[in-house]
């Protein structure tokens, strides 16, 4: 079993910036990837950016590239989540996820294990 435990959520003006943090416990996998996705109040969860742990590959969603950056630290596995320039429309609860094998880097269905997720809000 894995779990993750997300932090570093809250509320904070348009333009301003936020970290998320993702602390991981529990088994490892020998190649995986850790993800980070939203959901929004009426809408489905959606994928923000993901990782491989070890090479270090990164993927974004379109909406977010050039203002957010996802990064790990191995030693503390520990994942985050650097937003910038935030905007009202990356209001959502964000959820770190984790996919242990061969599976969609950006759909949640290829993802097996999540954290109870973190509020994020900004305003207009």
């Known amino acids: 079993q894995v779990q993750l435990v997300e932090s570093g959520g809250g509320l904070v003006q348009a333009g301003g910036s936020l970290r998320l943090s993702c602390s991981a416990s529990g088994r490892t996998f020998s190649s995986y990837a850790m993800g980070w996705f939203r959901q929004a109040p009426g809408k489905e969860r959606e994928f923000v950016a993901a990782i491989m742990w070890n090479s270090g590959t990164t993927y974004y969603a379109d909406s977010v590239k050039g203002r957010f950056t996802i990064f790990r630290d191995s030693a503390k596995r520990t994942l985050y989540l650097q937003m910038n320039s935030l905007k009202p429309e990356d209001t959502a609860v964000h959820y770190c996820?984790?996919?242990?094998?061969?599976?969609?880097?950006?759909?949640?269905?290829?993802?097996?294990?999540w954290g109870q997720g973190t509020q994020v809000t900004v305003s207009s």
């Open positions: 996820a984790v996919r242990p094998s061969a599976g969609s880097i950006y759909s949640p269905a290829g993802y097996d294990y």
